[in-house]
């Protein structure tokens, strides 16, 4: 048997709530103790054992005997051809990788097929604005969540920004999509995949020095990260468009969380982590989200490298000011001022004082002449803008795009 150091103990454990008692071990930590209850998660019930402390110990372990054994490029190779939820995996795959995608792929016993109908529902009707928010207020808030910053700087992905991107858009396409869970769908598949490309930086990144030196932790992506990365998805896009006063019947708002609780289900997170209704998230993300967000030099780096991705439209003379400019208005001064975007004096108070009646008149809330008169002169621009945003979210569909069991880190 291997020798059991700190980091096996860890991932080997399945009672690693147990270890708990650990959180107090540094300040940083100890000011987010997990007091949530799983009275208010999709199980209604658990040990309540902390997120921080709980991985996936079944598919770590499996990934990392994968990579070790070199066996990654060739699961690899042959995972490209699974594409479709109700397809059989490709045959060669080694038997207890097979085993596990078996199970991993099966729906939870609490999906409602009626909310995931209705989801798509919405994510029709709102596409416009899920494509903005989901790029610039989850998208850029992940470079303010000092772990995710490091953990996606210091991996593969960290070295091709654009591919990184592509990748985890797929994600917010598939999701989006009719029958996305069905067996003609690809959700599962995607959620699956990066189930297992989540094992595999759990096991490579602890492995780099650049990461080993940055980061307060020696195992990334628990559970409670996971948490906080989903509440930077459904519950900031839905803070976001409540905001913004896009209509919502109460059947499509929860229709669209529950396609995102299967999702988070999908991908390892325990069903007693996974809030049962949108109080709860707010209630949870409140605990989890709010009080980790933070500059760290990785995220600054990675939001400006966002920032300028999209410069080859424009070789930068207006794309990086239009685009920091909304993210400054999606984020707030104060994320913003972080991330080190820097402030677009023509465009933050075109944002800020524009917004919000092109969205009033883009839902017929508004009539055009009763806008302030500038927006006419903006209008298209805005609408450009979410276009572009959709373009880029469904470009994912474009062409085959597999996620991947990552074999390095990131060189650099
Ligand atoms: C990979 C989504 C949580 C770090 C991916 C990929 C997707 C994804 C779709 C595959 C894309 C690719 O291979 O480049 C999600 C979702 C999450 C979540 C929906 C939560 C609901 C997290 C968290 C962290 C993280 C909490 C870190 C703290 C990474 C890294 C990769 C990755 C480092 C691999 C990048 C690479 O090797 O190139 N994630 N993720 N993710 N994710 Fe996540």
């Known amino acids: 048997m291997e020798k059991p150091s700190r ?9 690693l709530g147990a270890l708990g008692a650990l959180s107090v071990a540094t300040p940083a930590q100890a000011s987010a103790l997990w007091t949530w209850s799983p009275k208010g998660s999709v199980a209604g019930a658990g040990e309540g054992a902390d997120p921080r ?8 372990a499996l990934v990392a005997g994968i990579i070790d054994r070199g066996e990654a490029p060739a699961v690899n190779k042959l995972l ?13 795959l080694p038997a207890d990788l097979r085993a596990f995608i078996e199970n991993a792929r099966q729906l939870p016993s609490w999906v409602d097929r009626a909310k995931l109908a209705k989801a798509f529902e919405f994510n029709e009707k709102r596409g416009l604005y899920l494509g903005v928010t989901y790029g610039f207020a989850s998208g850029m808030m992940s470079t303010a969540i000092p772990k995710e910053a490091r953990a996606v700087y210091y991996s593969k992905g960290g070295a091709d920004m654009r591919d990184r991107i592509t990748k985890t858009a797929k994600l917010g396409y598939d999701i989006g999509t009719e029958r996305a869970f069905e067996p003609d769908g690809e959700m599962i598949v995607t959620c699956v995949k990066t189930r297992l490309a989540h094992s595999g930086v759990r096991h490579l990144l602890p492995k780099s020095p650049y990461w080993q030196k940055a980061a307060d932790e020696e195992i990334p992506i628990s559970q409670a990260d996971m948490m906080v990365t989903w509440h930077s998805l459904p519950t900031t896009v839905m803070k976001q468009l409540t905001k913004w006063k896009v209509p919502i019947p109460a059947d499509e708002s929860e229709a669209f969380l529950h396609s995102w609780q299967v999702t988070a289900h999908m991908l390892g997170i325990r069903d007693e982590y996974i809030p049962n209704s949108w109080a709860e998230a707010n209630s949870q993300a409140a605990q989890v989200l709010d009080p980790i967000l933070a500059a760290t030099p990785e995220g600054i780096k990675l939001a400006d490298t966002l920032l300028n991705l999209a410069s080859f439209i424009d070789l930068g003379l207006l794309t990086p000011h239009i685009l920091g400019a909304l993210s400054r208005y999606v984020l707030g001064d104060e994320i913003a001022g972080w991330l080190k975007i820097p402030r677009e004096p023509v465009w933050d108070p075109i944002f800020k004082n524009l917004w919000p009646p092109f969205v009033a008149v883009r839902e017929g809330l508004l009539e055009l002449t009763d806008a302030p008169p500038e927006l006419r002169t903006v209008y298209w621009i805005f609408d450009e803008i979410i276009r572009q945003a959709v373009l880029f979210v469904l470009s994912g569909a474009d062409y085959p795009i597999s996620i991947q069991i990552p074999t390095t880190n990131n060189p650099n």
Do not use: F, H, I, Y
């Not at 980091?7 to 009672?15: I, P, Y």
């Not at 490209?80 to 059989?88: D, E, F, L, P, V």
């Open 7 to 15: 980091r096996n103990v860890l991932v080997a454990g399945g009672t």
């Open 53 to 60: 402390w709980v991985w996936d110990p079944e598919c770590d």
């Open 80 to 92: 490209k051809t699974w594409t479709k939820n109700g397809q059989a995996l490709p045959s060669g």
